[in-house]
């Protein structure tokens, strides 16, 4: 036998870089899982062909469970959050990166007690390969279930009062705490915030940053005025906001749609954007491109949020440990501030 021969058993890593797909998509092609396409299942087969690859049996079980579809969980019970421009971001990420792993995207809702109960049974019954939670609000009983599930569970957002193994969030502080910063630097110095849902990491958090910010200019907070993310609740917290403090010169809103409340409630108060009220909001949406006037906001990466939340689900199923994520904040200056 020649001396300095190597026997070392290919791996299905290497299977799948000769083959040029994933990780997961060499694992279910080698098991006949569904949802692999003709073209990717004929390329593994010849790269196991060509490397001499042996499926190990233990792997090859777990294989065989695998479902081929991956679930974006929501806590929400009306339908159409997923037409949010914030909610279709997020999907158009994610469906893109499952879709590199030919994995399939479920979308599911979970506010209701009969939602909760079907994401119950998902996560226990490993109806998917996988889960992305979002939205999640203070004491969900969702938030539990995740931690125990058996199958990987990657939160979009932190949960308040929980600490995931697995998330990926936006620098929600830092931003929060620039859009501030922009409207004290501008002569703002009675600049109020409409924050997000108070039982929501979000929403506090957002909040933090604009008290913070006010506190490091040497400026009193005011009491925030709630909204839940929708341009309805932005304009009627804007109308308390204007009844409660008449001469504020600035205003935070924790989100773009809120924003685009605020600016119609000013409108129709007679106050000028921003020759009296300067806004900021928050996310970079096109609501914020097109509001009038178009709106100074804090982007966060929408899309790339989704994206990530998606290719960390697919490294836990390729049997890798990623790490916790959070994705920086921009300030976009426009002509409401």
């Known amino acids: 036998m020649a001396q300095g021969v190597s026997h070392r058993q290919p791996t299905l890593d290497e299977v799948a870089e000769r083959a040029g797909v994933s990780r997961s998509v060499a694992s279910r092609a080698l ?3 569904p949802h ?3 073209a990717k299942r004929e390329a593994v087969e010849r790269a196991v062909k060509e490397l001499g690859y042996v499926p190990n049996p ?3 079980a777990l ?3 695998q479902t081929g579809a991956a679930a974006l969980v929501v806590s929400g019970e009306d339908p159409s959050i997923f037409a949010d421009p914030f909610f279709a971001q997020v999907i158009v990420g994610a469906s893109a990166a499952l879709d590199e792993a030919d994995l399939h995207l479920m979308l599911c809702l979970a506010a209701s007690d009969r939602g909760r109960r079907r994401v119950e049974r998902l996560l226990r019954s490993k109806g ?8 999640l609000r203070e004491d969900d009983p969702l938030a539990r279930t995740a931690e125990e599930a ?3 569970v990657v939160f979009g957002g932190r949960p308040v009062g929980v600490d995931p193994r697995w998330y990926v969030d936006v620098d929600n502080l830092g931003g929060a705490r620039a859009a501030t910063e922009h409207l004290v630097s501008l002569g703002r110095t009675r600049v109020a915030t409409i924050c997000g849902r108070p039982d929501t990491e979000v929403g506090r958090t957002r909040h933090r940053g604009y008290r913070d910010a006010m506190l490091a200019a040497g400026l009193v907070p005011y009491p925030p005025e709630a909204g839940d993310f929708t341009e309805r609740s932005g304009a009627a917290a804007m109308a308390e906001l204007l009844a409660r403090h008449p001469d504020l010169d600035g205003v935070f809103a924790a989100s773009d749609n809120m924003a685009a409340g605020a600016l119609r409630a000013l409108r129709e108060a007679g106050r000028r954007v921003p020759e009296d009220v300067a806004v900021v909001g928050f996310d970079d949406l096109a609501v914020a491109r097109l509001a009038e ?9 929408v899309e790339g949020l989704g994206r990530e939340m998606a290719r960390m689900l697919v490294a836990l199923l390729d049997g890798r440990t990623p790490t916790p994520l959070i994705l920086p904040t921009r300030l976009v200056r426009r002509a409401s501030a």
């Open 31 to 33: 098991n006949n899982a």
């Open 36 to 38: 692999v396409s003709r």
């Open 58 to 60: 233990t792997a090859r």
């Open 63 to 65: 294989a065989t469970r």
């Open 128 to 135: 998917a390969d996988g889960v992305m939670l979002m939205a």
């Open 150 to 152: 058996e199958i990987p």
């Open 293 to 301: 006037p178009p709106l100074t906001t804090v982007h966060q990466p």
